[in-house]
């Protein structure tokens, strides 16, 4: 196989940009949806912050599996657009919308405990009531939570991101509303605090669906009208979720591995926990932006696999690749040299606010190998390989990350901030093994995922 030049061609930049720049649009919106309620209540006292932000962990401690269990639709789909295979298309959204209903019955009877668990994770006393509430009220939108991710992946794997984006601009303008309305009490409405933006964040999800539903319904009725009976045979429903549970344990393995250092902070006080969410959610709103260039190498790398073109595969990878990492030194640039500009956007209280500027520096360090890790995995799960980067997310975040914070932060005396150099160290062993696996993968012959028997792929 002929060796790419170093740098990728403007056809290569635009070929990724022009799906990356509104799939990062999309996951910027999703992020604000969250920064937006984080800031809101942020503004009322620093129980009220910690509090949702407590709340929101939860959440999506219990929910990030199945929502990582559906991006199975990535390669799936993809592939089958590639190949230009459209039984296989609706085959796939047909699953994924069952496979949301599944899972959302679980994820929901996992949240009602939040009190006792809370309770036994030591966190502040005078925060567990309110992220009660705030999870008890947020529990109904999980179905709509994750019928939404299945009807993105899809159209998002189709090419199709125009209804997306302009379900997730609604959708934020109507947050920002309605926290707006039900926070402060505006309109008549008594102000509900934390329960407020609990109710706003609902609504918004169940909007968030039907609109997106609606917008995309000219190009998935050919897919949803009629319905498919093989999309109830269990061996291929089985491999659909052999190929999507990996990403979940992985996204949860991840996401357990920040929850775990969020939850060793809430034990230092209030506003340590306070410090550190305003710090991870600039850290969360930067890696958007590479967290959409890999869904967009999934679906670019999975539709090159689809074609059984592995020069066009390989193209995408690396131009994918330069483009993540590339946005995240830019950003990690910003946060080691500026902190405290970006923590007073979230906080009024000193005490908080030197907790987080104390945060950011070492978020600025970890952007690029977060950048790398996240592009990484979406560059294999186009591949259809998504067992490695489950395996490599557990020796990177629980064989090197965990420890090592847990020393540096209470063995060592370091704290919080020895708690987040752990954070650094995981997600730099995460992202060098992942680039060796993505260099091997790569340059093996590729082939399309299999779900469905033969019979049933006509």
């Not at 912050?49 to 219990?62: E, I, K, T």
């Not at 996204?251 to 969020?262: D, I, M, S, V």
């Not at 590339?326 to 956007?345: E, H, I, N």
Request: glycine content about 12%; proline content about 6%; charged content about 10%.
């Amino acid at each position: 196989m002929p060796a790419l030049p170093s740098l990728p061609t403007r056809d290569e930049l635009r070929a990724l940009l022009t799906l990356a720049v509104p799939v990062v649009v999309v996951q910027v919106g999703m992020m604000m949806m969250g920064v937006v309620d984080t800031i809101m209540v942020g503004h009322l006292n620093a129980e009220a912050l910690a509090s949702v932000a407590l709340g929101n962990l939860y959440f999506f401690g219990v929910a990030i599996f199945g929502m990582g269990a559906l991006m199975a639709l990535d390669p799936i789909v993809a592939q089958a657009v590639g190949a230009q295979d459209e039984p296989a298309i609706a085959r796939g959204l047909q699953r994924g919308l069952l496979i949301s209903l599944l899972l959302a019955v679980p994820a929901m009877l996992l949240m009602l405990p939040v009190r006792p668990v809370l309770v036994w994770l030591r966190q502040p006393a005078e925060v567990i009531p309110l992220a009660e509430t705030y999870v008890w009220l947020v529990l109904p939108g999980v179905l709509p939570f994750l019928a939404f991710g299945v009807l993105r992946q899809t159209l998002q794997a189709m090419g199709r991101m125009r209804p997306i984006v302009l379900t997730i601009v609604a959708a934020n303008l109507l947050n920002v509303l309605l926290n707006w309305i039900l926070i402060f009490g505006h309109f008549g409405a008594p102000p509900l605090g934390v329960a407020g933006s609990a109710w706003a964040t609902t609504i918004s999800r169940w909007t968030m669906v039907l609109l997106l539903g609606g917008l995309g319904w000219p190009m998935l009725r050919r897919h949803l009208s009629s319905f498919r009976p093989e999309v109830l045979h269990l061996k291929p429903l089985g491999r659909m979720l052999r190929l999507g549970s990996p990403i979940g344990v992985q996204l949860q393995l991840e996401y357990t591995a920040f929850g775990l250092t969020g939850v060793l902070i809430g034990m230092l006080g209030v506003d340590q926990m306070a410090g550190h969410q305003v710090a991870l959610n600039l850290a969360s709103l930067t890696y958007m932006v590479p967290l959409g260039v890999s869904a967009a190498a999934a679906v670019l790398v999975g539709q090159a696999v689809g074609r059984d073109d592995p020069l066009a595969a390989r193209r995408s990878a690396r131009t994918a690749l330069i483009v993540g990492a590339g946005f995240m030194l830019v950003t990690g640039t910003m946060f080691l040299t500026m902190p405290r500009l970006f923590a007073g956007l979230y906080t009024n209280s000193a005490a908080v606010l030197l907790v987080a500027s104390s945060l950011l520096p070492l978020a600025g360090l970890f952007q690029v190998f977060d950048g790398i890790q996240v592009v990484t995995s979406g560059i294999l799960r186009g591949l259809g390989d998504t067992r490695s980067p489950m395996i490599i997310n557990l020796i990177g975040f629980w064989g090197v990350g965990i420890p090592a914070g847990l020393f540096l932060g209470f063995t060592a005396g370091m704290g919080a901030q020895g708690l987040w150099w752990g954070l650094v160290l995981g997600l730099a062993a995460v992202a060098v093994i992942l680039l060796v696996r993505v260099r091997y993968r790569i340059r093996t012959r590729l082939g399309r995922v299999v779900i469905d028997d033969h019979a049933h792929t006509t």
